[in-house]
């Protein structure tokens, strides 16, 4: 295992963390800078407001939650020995979950945020929007 102190500095939209990682033996003990896009929290100057309707935030919740439990449902089908047929058919469950969750996520941001971006000029949420669904389609 290993140890992590790290500090932040923002840049922007990005955040130039660098971090000392030691392993247990409290040997190798090194730090190295990166950079993260979008770290949260963050704001874009001049973007849109990012607020999202309680009840479809609950909602989303709601469904994260099925799936992780799901999922803790599945560790413990491969813990106790469970069939490994069974097991996928289960992961295939969470998986679809999961996409159908993300699905969601996207229509609710397409219908407000991007809506709202694309009424005050915001094309940076566009090009964002873009880069978010190549992640999730992979």
């Known amino acids: 295992m290993y140890s992590k102190d790290s500090s932040t500095k923002d840049i922007g939209t990005d955040s130039l963390h660098e971090q000392d990682h030691t392993n247990e033996t409290g040997n190798e003990s090194h730090v190295h800078p990166h950079t993260h896009p979008h770290s949260s929290p963050h704001a874009h100057p001049n973007a849109h407001a990012h607020t999202h309707d309680p009840k479809e935030e609950k909602a989303i919740v709601n469904r994260l939650a099925r799936a992780i439990g799901h999922l803790e449902s599945v560790k413990h089908m491969v813990e106790d020995g469970r069939d490994c047929s069974e097991v996928l058919v ?49």
Request: one cysteine or more.
């Open 90 to 138: 289960q992961l295939a469950a969470v998986r679809a979950a999961l996409n159908n969750t993300g699905k969601e996520i996207l229509k609710q941001h397409i219908s407000h945020c991007i809506v709202e971006a694309v009424e005050e000029g915001d094309t940076k949420s566009i090009e964002e929007l873009n880069l978010a669904i190549d992640k999730f389609m992979k």
